[in-house]
Nanobody, 117 residues
């Protein structure tokens, strides 16, 4: 089963952008649908975006028009860029991967992104 480690979190000013990376090990990501979710304090975890092995992208409404998910299978990595952040985007962001044809999913430990001036 793949192991995932996020990086790139940290303080972002309102109106700024986040650029997160997720490094995978233990298996090849080209067999996984990958995605990003987040947990805002006091709220349920919510999906941000997913990307299939055929590079089909899906974005949640909260991310449409300002987020881009991408993957580099050669480097076994997944990326998320999201622009025009506001304080409501302050959250712990998680990378996840689902082995295609199964319900088996792996999650990273999360990376915190506070949005504040």
């Amino acid at each position: 089963q793949v192991q995932l480690v996020e990086s790139g979190g940290g303080l972002v000013q309102p109106g700024g952008s986040l650029k997160l990376s997720c490094a995978a090990s233990g298996d090849s990501l080209d067999r996984y649908e990958v995605g990003w979710s987040r947990r805002i304090p006091g709220k349920e975890r919510e999906l941000i975006a997913t990307l299939t092995t055929f590079h089909f992208e899906h974005y949640a409404q909260v991310a449409k028009g300002r987020a881009t998910i991408s993957r580099d299978n050669a480097k076994n990595m997944v990326f998320l860029q999201m622009n025009n952040l506001g304080p409501a985007d302050s959250a712990i962001y998680y990378c996840h991967a689902r082995l295609i044809g199964t319900t088996v999913s792996s999650w990273g430990q999360g990376t915190q992104v506070p949005v504040s001036s």
